[in-house]
């Protein structure tokens, strides 16, 4: 973790402190005898991003921006859905999230209820929760450097779990308090891992787009579980639900502990630039598309086995790249003779595909080049474009013809 991540780390932690000395704090609205306080925490985030659309941009070190807002987030989702690694950090993330949120979901229930306190409680245990988040940002790098970051993940979520149990029982504020540093702690941790997991699985240019990804999997986890435990709070008690969410979120560890973290650390994502730019005598406007991209492989018997494995995670690196309707074809009629084919969506994303495939995806090509008798034969075809549709008018109905025309039209009577 570097340092200005540490920092903001803090500074958000030494915020969530604050409700503890000011838990009076907020907006008062005098109503006669009444006297409404109206205190809470508002969280937001604001990302912004300019970026030049012409075909001679480029990719490296920042974000290529091609076609319009729906095409880039189905860039995002496509890669997201075709990269291993940023799959198994959303999973993870699903598997806590929904359940770790209990706590802070039920915190001002258990400052109300099983305390007996008011806001002044609730700013209190805030401000334990980030006491805790700062020494979790603290101990972070001491423990992944000693068990590594899965084993890290599954510790905070142990340690969610303890956190969630002593809020279920908590009826004073020493055991409250103690489960508020427990869980500010292992908050951070759990979630600082996942974070930097999906940002080392992600290239530059697509990096905003699939952290945007992992964040709405994280607040929209979170939405979803506060929801459910605050109806199962409603319906069996507080002490229920803590000790529920503690007992799926342990459970969720082993359910999910395949699927591995901070994996795409030893991936080298930077561009390979080995493609070519694209050669043709009339080239078309960067809007046309789709293009239909078509690779033809010949490949000797005895290597058929392999290249067919290769080529299933080249479909994924395909995908990545963002390309869609991806087929292999074998041809009945000659021997070792395959055809790939897949769609880009518009000239301009297959100039910048060109920019977006990574020095691993050129190892996979060239250990698939090595089982090829000849290199492939790439073709670029473009979808035509649409012609005006001419209203069709019979031939008595052209301008100027004011003479009876024959008619092609059979006439009454007639066989047609």
């Known amino acids: 973790m570097n340092l200005r991540t540490r920092i903001l780390i803090m500074a958000g932690a030494a915020a ?99 305390i007996g306190g008011g806001p002044q409680s609730y700013g209190i245990l805030l401000g334990a929760i980030g006491l805790g988040a700062i020494g979790g940002s603290f101990a972070l790098n001491w423990v992944k450097a000693r068990i590594g970051p899965d084993e890290a993940a599954a510790v905070g979520t142990a340690a969610t779990a303890i956190a969630l149990v002593l809020f279920g029982v908590a009826h004073n504020f020493p055991t409250a308090i103690c489960a508020g540093l427990i869980a500010g702690a292992a908050w951070t941790v759990v979630l600082s891992i996942l974070y930097v997991s999906a940002q080392v699985a992600l290239p530059d240019w697509v990096r905003a787009r699939g952290l945007a990804i992992f964040l709405t999997i994280v607040f929209g986890a979170s939405t979803i579980g506060s929801l459910g435990w605050g109806e199962i ?21 082993p359910l999910t502990w395949r699927f591995k973290l901070q994996t795409g650390a030893s991936v080298d994502l930077t561009p390979a630039m080995h493609w070519r730019a694209p050669a043709g005598t009339r080239p078309p406007e960067n809007n046309r598309g789709p ?28 995908g990545r790249d963002g390309a869609f309707g991806w087929g292999m074809f074998e041809d009945t009629a000659s021997e070792g003779r395959y055809v790939e084919n897949f769609l880009i969506e518009s000239w301009l994303e297959l100039l910048h595909a060109r920019e977006r495939v990574t ?58």
Request: some cysteine; hydrophobic content about 45%.
């Open 16 to 114: 969530s402190i604050i409700p503890m000395f000011q838990a009076f704090a907020g907006i008062d609205i005098a109503a006669g005898d009444w006297t409404v306080d109206l205190a809470g925490n508002v969280n937001g985030f604001y990302v912004g991003s300019r970026c030049d659309t012409s075909a001679n941009n480029t990719v490296i070190g920042g974000l290529a921006c091609v076609g319009d807002n729906s095409s880039a987030v189905r860039n995002g989702l496509r890669y997201a859905a075709n990269s291993d690694d940023l799959r198994a950090t959303l999973i993870r993330a699903i598997a806590f999230f929904p359940f770790g949120t209990a706590f802070w979901a039920l915190l001002p229930l258990v400052a109300r209820t099983q």
């Open 233 to 253: 709070a409603s319906l069996k008690g507080l002490t229920f639900a803590h000790f529920v969410a503690a007992v799926a979120i342990v459970v969720a560890v």
């Open 291 to 318: 293009v239909l991209v078509t690779l033809e492989y010949f490949v000797a018997p005895e290597n058929r086995a392999d290249f067919l494995t290769a080529v299933e995670e080249l479909r994924h690196e395909r």
């Open 359 to 416: 020095n691993a995806d050129l190892m996979l090509e060239q250990g698939i080049y090595h089982l090829l008798k000849t290199p492939p034969k790439v073709a670029l075809l473009v979808a035509t474009e649409r012609g005006h549709r001419f209203r069709r008018t019979r031939p008595s109905e052209q301008p100027g013809d004011e003479t009876d025309a024959p008619s092609s039209a059979p006439a009454r009577g007639e066989a047609s």
